[in-house]
């Protein structure tokens, strides 16, 4: 008996950890054997799990990067978190957005400050976006992009993601050399690229020739106020080729920027006429023209009043350009696409999209060519060409379609190529040389890309310090890859891991992009913004990142009727009503709406939508807009909170009546 | 005669005596300045905090008191009660965020005095101190109960949430949110004060009891009349 009791008691002893060991495995019961079987019911290979292992983020986790793409014809601006590949928001810009309230009462004279020739333009084409630079990295203060389609530059303040300024472009009217900034953000860098007369004026192309002009302009950034100083901003015409993509020197290449070009042959067109049309008139010789201009020289002309008043415009003309040397040419392949810069900047890499080769240009031997005159003759327009073999480093064959260059950390560069469909990864030489296992100037491997690959983006693959680890490929067809949308299908933009050696470099995840065509992307370290989460201060107007010290602010809210019979309304929005709710006007009043989000929490937005006028603004923790309008439509008109902001947010109403006349 | 000054401020002790048993005589005055520097230093100290949690807020709502100061997330605190009816916290206790230092350097003053006094009336001057922090407790408690019972009837949420007593100290809850009132450092330092001035009380006695009872029967004998 005694015996019994006591091993029954040893064994209870042995038995409570086995239970505890029972209780741990039911509660984390899942296993990588799980794993496999969840692989093996949805026919995932081991590849696929481990992309997924890289790139998924559980519920909470942040991502460590953040791509900022070019929204294409949405006019916006997209932001993407790498490596999830998430879509975090939009960024309105050229565009009116609802939900941003970009348009629709606020951001208004914004937008209408780049109307072309004083037309309403309510989209934007946007291609490449810029990230404010200091010593040629990302700082992560502004963000800029052009619009194609009209010409124009927006600035966009990374404090609040809102779009600050847009200039329209005296001079030409459409761009796709921008944006690019200088090292240090002094300039950004706007090339045009279809030519046309100064300010688009009339002219029949018979005078392409004579009228029609090609420029580059320079606009001043003052990073202080966060806009573009337009009385320190100058241009430079060009001779009328189509000026095409643009970046900027850094180190060893500093004050200079390079930009590339098409039609060199001048070609007009006509085939309506039976005359070739641009396809081939504008691709009829081997080569175009790299343009390499030296800034920090057009600087100093322009500061010396050298310029003529263009359109309102100062512009360095070609005439100066040339007598001061700002301006020389060389060979590039035909038809090209980018001109990227080295990290240390001391390699130029131009694909054309014709020729299976990237071309690579070294700065030192331009520097000496140029200080030699070794030219091989000059262009029509008087503009000395640099002898092509006393200026070209190296030529490696890529494969077809070869577009745009980024560059990782340890020598590697990368190329897209559009009719390859694929992404190749190449050795640069010189000083990088030792830092990849491959030789230099090498072709090392292509990975497969889906399909047509555009532009790419590696983390930070643009700076004087390129990370590595991603790469997002860019492309414009999909064609297969995802459920289909109807005959209008989403773009993908595939992410690469190019963290490892070699010739691995797997495509891990493809995003649909069903918004707008994202040309270029930068990809900025996520750390290295400093974002408001609320505004710094109740009362606050983002217009110019300061207090508004006529703000409404609680116990403060009232109509007040003045003597020209225009209205102020002085409003705050708080969860979950707006004071005043009643606001009386009279038929033709012009009112003033004055709106402050009296909130402090992070994310209690409200929104502020009034129908049939046509409004709809977004008033973030701390914000204060003013809305203007003429109430010209009499009647009673519920205005309300447009955002999902408490469990009492129907409530948050009130109700604007108009009286009739 | 012994006047009444004498008869409040108590016996005088020798300096020779002291010197000989400076313990006995030192004691009750260090514990008092001790308890003095202890209730001067909560001043600048939070007495009182209320963390609350709920979902949407990961990084949790939290709510400071010093005597004269409310500080913290309390305007959305007071966001949030203006749905269920409750009062801004900024309309509570205002009289005593106003008057509580200044109570706060009486009762430093009083002990200061409270030295020089070697009979039965220091406990006078040492008592409101010793019970502070109590009174602080129930005077917290009374504004919440004041508050938590008086909830405005027209409010959003009157129907769903019916009067109640906030807890002072501890777990609580109200709708999604958890809450957890828990002391601050000044209030743990006046409690602190309060056992420092108990013990000073009893070495007080210790020291000056059989002074006063030795004088009281002198003062008693015929002979010294
Ligand atoms: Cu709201």
């Known amino acids: ?83 999830s590949m998430r879509l975090l928001r939009s960024i309105a810009v050229f565009t009116p957005e609802p939900w941003q309230g970009w348009g629709f009462g606020v951001g208004d004279k914004i937008i209408a400050e780049g109307f072309p020739n004083g037309k309403s333009n309510l989209w934007g084409d946007t291609h490449h976006p810029a990230l404010s630079e200091t010593k040629g990295d990302y700082d992560g203060q502004f963000l800029f992009i052009n619009d194609k389609i009209n010409a124009r530059v927006a600035v966009i303040d990374l404090r609040d993601w809102e779009t600050k300024q847009i200039i329209k472009n005296p001079l030409t009217l459409s761009d796709h050399g921008g944006t690019f900034v200088t090292p240090n953000t002094e300039y950004i860098i706007e090339g045009g690229q279809y030519a046309t007369p100064w300010g688009s004026d009339y002219a029949p192309i018979s005078e392409y020739k004579e009228q029609y002009k090609g420029s580059v302009t320079l606009w001043k950034f003052d990073r202080n106020r966060g806009r573009i100083d337009k009385t320190q901003s100058f241009a430079i015409e060009l001779p009328p ?185 190449w050795t640069l030489g010189g000083s990088y040389g030792s830092s990849t296992p491959e030789p230099d100037w090498t072709l090392v491997h292509k990975t497969p890309v889906h399909y047509n690959v555009g532009h790419i983006a590696a983390a930070e693959g643009d700076t004087v310090s390129p990370d590595g680890k991603y790469l997002v490929s860019l492309n414009k067809w999909s064609v297969d890859r995802f459920v289909p949308t109807g005959p209008l299908l989403p773009q993908n933009l595939q992410l690469l891991d190019i963290s490892d050696d070699g010739t691995n470099m797997p495509v891990l995840y493809d995003m649909a992009m069903g918004v707008g065509e994202p040309h270029y992307a930068q990809i900025i370290k996520a750390d290295k913004l400093n974002t408001w989460t609320v505004y710094p201060e109740v009362g606050w107007d983002p217009h110019v990142q300061n207090i508004n010290p006529m703000a409404p602010k609680p116990k403060m809210e009232r109509v007040q009727r003045n003597d020209d019979n225009s209205v102020d309304i002085y409003m705050t929005a708080i969860r979950s009503h707006f004071n005043p709710e009643h606001i009386y006007l009279k038929q033709g009043d012009t009112v ?51 955002e999902f902001c408490s469990a009492l947010h129907l409530e948050m109403m009130g109700y604007l009546m108009v009286e009739p006349k | 005669m012994v006047s009444i000054v004498d008869r409040i401020l108590g016996p005088r002790v020798e300096p020779e005596e002291v010197s000989t048993h400076s313990l006995r005589y030192g004691a009750p005055g260090v514990l008092l300045l001790i308890a003095r520097v202890l209730l001067l230093t909560s001043l600048f100290l939070p007495y009182w905090h209320m963390e609350l949690q709920a979902p949407q807020y990961p990084d949790g709502l939290h709510m400071t008191a010093f005597l004269n100061a409310l500080t913290g997330d309390v305007a959305e605190i007071d966001g949030l009660n203006h749905y269920i009816g409750m009062r801004s916290l900024y309309e509570a206790a205002e009289i005593e965020r106003i008057v509580g230092v200044f109570i706060m350097i009486a009762f430093v003053v009083m002990l200061e005095l409270a030295a020089y006094i070697h009979t039965r009336w220091a406990v006078l001057l040492i008592a409101p101190a010793v019970f502070f922090p109590v009174v602080f407790l129930v005077d917290l408690h009374l504004w919440m109960r004041h508050f938590g019972l008086n909830l405005d009837p027209h409010a959003p949420l009157s129907n769903a949430v019916k009067p109640f007593v906030p807890t002072a100290l501890g777990k609580g809850g109200i709708g999604q949110f958890v809450t957890v009132a828990t002391p601050g450092t000044g209030l743990i330092l006046a409690t602190v004060a309060s056992f420092v001035l108990i013990a000073a009380l009893y070495f007080h006695r210790r020291a000056y009891l059989p002074l006063v009872k030795q004088r009281n029967a002198t003062a008693a004998s015929p002979t010294s009349a």
């Open chain 1, 1 to 83: 008996m005694n015996i019994k009791w006591s091993t029954g008691r040893r064994l209870a002893v042995l038995l409570a950890p086995l239970a505890m060991c029972g209780f741990a495995a039911t509660a984390g019961a899942q296993s990588m054997r799980d794993v496999e079987t969840v692989a093996k019911d949805r026919g995932l290979t081991t590849a696929d799990l481990i992309a997924a292992a890289k790139t998924y983020l559980p519920s909470g986790q942040k991502d460590e990067y953040l791509m900022f793409a070019s929204g294409g014809h949405a006019g916006q601006i997209f932001v993407v978190g790498l490596p």
């Open chain 1, 241 to 425: 080729y189509w000026q095409d993509l643009s970046d900027a020197g850094k180190l060893a290449s500093d004050g200079f920027f390079f930009m590339n070009s098409l039609n060199t042959e001048l070609a007009t067109g006509g085939i309506q006429d039976k005359k070739p049309p641009f396809e081939a008139g504008a691709s009829r010789n081997a080569t175009d023209f790299l343009h390499i201009i030296d800034w920090k020289k057009a600087e100093q002309v322009f500061k010396a009043g050298k310029v003529e008043q263009i359109k309102g415009f100062p512009v360095i003309t070609l005439k100066t350009a040339l007598a001061e040397g700002l301006l020389h040419l060389t060979p590039e392949p035909r038809s090209p696409h980018g001109v990227d810069v080295a990290p240390k900047g001391d390699f130029i890499v131009i694909s054309g999209k014709l020729d299976p080769h990237v071309t690579i240009y070294s700065m030192e031997k331009i520097k000496q060519a140029i200080t030699s005159r070794t030219y091989s003759g000059t262009d029509e327009f008087g503009v000395p060409i640099l002898d092509f073999d006393s200026v070209v480093e190296a030529r490696i064959e890529v494969g077809l379609g070869p577009l745009h260059t980024q560059f990782g950390p340890d020598g590697y560069a990368y190329t897209s190529l559009y009719l390859d469909s694929a992404v190749a990864r």
């Open chain 1, 592 to 642: 003033r709406w004055h709106i402050t989000n009296t909130e402090r929490a992070v994310d209690a937005t409200h929104g502020f939508a009034v129908p049939v006028y046509n409004i709809t603004a977004s008033l973030e923790p701390g914000e204060s807009v003013t809305i203007e309008f003429v109430a010209d439509t009499p009647g009673t008109f519920p205005f309300y909170c447009s």
